[in-house]
Antibody
Framework: QITLKESGPTLVKSTQTLTLTCTFS??????????VGWIRQPPGKALEWLAL???????RHSPSLKNRLTITKDTSKNQVVLTLTNMYPVDTATYYC???????????????WGQGTMVTVSS | QSVLTQPPSVSGAPGQRVTISCTGS?????????VHWYRQLPGTAPKLLIY???NRPSGVPDRFSGSKTGTSASLAITGLQAEDEAVYHC???????????FGGGTKLTVL
């Protein structure tokens, strides 16, 4: 059974850096085809794809956030870490991590999601 | 403003059939990129409903089906049930933006 859970601060101040950790079970990021992604959703708004890291260390980032965003993995700990610099109130959102389903095609599809963590950025 | 356009809301009575459209352009759906659909119940995380245009993950009832034609995709739900009330999101990729994109979401109300 695949589970994911996001953890990190619920409140950050403007210009600070956000670090979120996704801790998962039921799969390994050392297995070919596996990936973990991050998606966020501002209150009452649409989903926004942020980044994805694959089993082979390949990464994909949203072009609009590429300069602010870092994604890393720790396979031994079953964790993926997302770092977003220069946080502003517009970055207030629920942040989800999700498991990439190992199927061919574009874009990657996420078949299991964490419960999400709400992050508020104060001005 | 989302690159993929979904109706903000749709509604239907129990037992009826509803469809939710996801309209894109030649740089995303029309370019052949796949469309995935997610359902989000109030206060919960999205759940995968349809992947790669027409495929249902195990556990998703066959009341849910997906299709894609030209620059649009659709999600159809038959035999509408009260528990289908949720927000439905489509996802694809845009080559002009070089980015994964989501629709704005459609709220389904079961009357």
């Amino acid at each position: 059974q695949i589970t994911l859970k996001e953890s990190g601060p619920t409140l950050v101040k403007s210009t600070q850096t956000l670090t979120l950790t996704c801790t998962f079970s039921g799969f390994s990021l050392g297995t070919r085809g596996v990936g973990v992604g991050w998606i966020r959703q501002p209150p009452g708004k649409a989903l926004e794809w942020l980044a994805l890291i694959y089993w082979d260390d390949d990464e994909r980032h949203s072009p609009s956030l590429k300069n602010r965003l870092t994604i890393t993995k720790d396979t031994s700990k079953n964790q993926v870490v997302l770092t977003l610099t220069n946080m502003y109130p517009v970055d207030t959102a629920t942040y989800y991590c999700a498991h990439r389903r190992a199927v061919a095609g574009t874009p990657d599809v996420f078949d299991m999601w964490g419960q999400g963590t709400m992050v508020t950025v104060s001005s | 403003q989302s690159v993929l356009t979904q109706p903000p809301s749709v509604s239907g009575a129990p037992g009826q059939r509803v469809t939710i459209s996801c309209t894109g352009s030649s740089s995303n759906i029309g370019a052949g990129y796949d469309v995935h659909w997610y359902r989000q119940l109030p206060g919960t995380a999205p759940k995968l409903l349809i992947y790669t245009n027409t495929n249902r993950p195990s556990g998703v009832p066959d009341r849910f089906s997906g299709s894609k034609t030209g620059t649009s995709a659709s999600l159809a739900i038959t035999g509408l049930q009260a528990e289908d009330e949720a927000v439905y999101h489509c996802q694809s990729y845009d080559s002009r933006l070089s980015d994964v994109i989501f629709g704005g979401g459609t709220k389904l109300t079961v009357l």
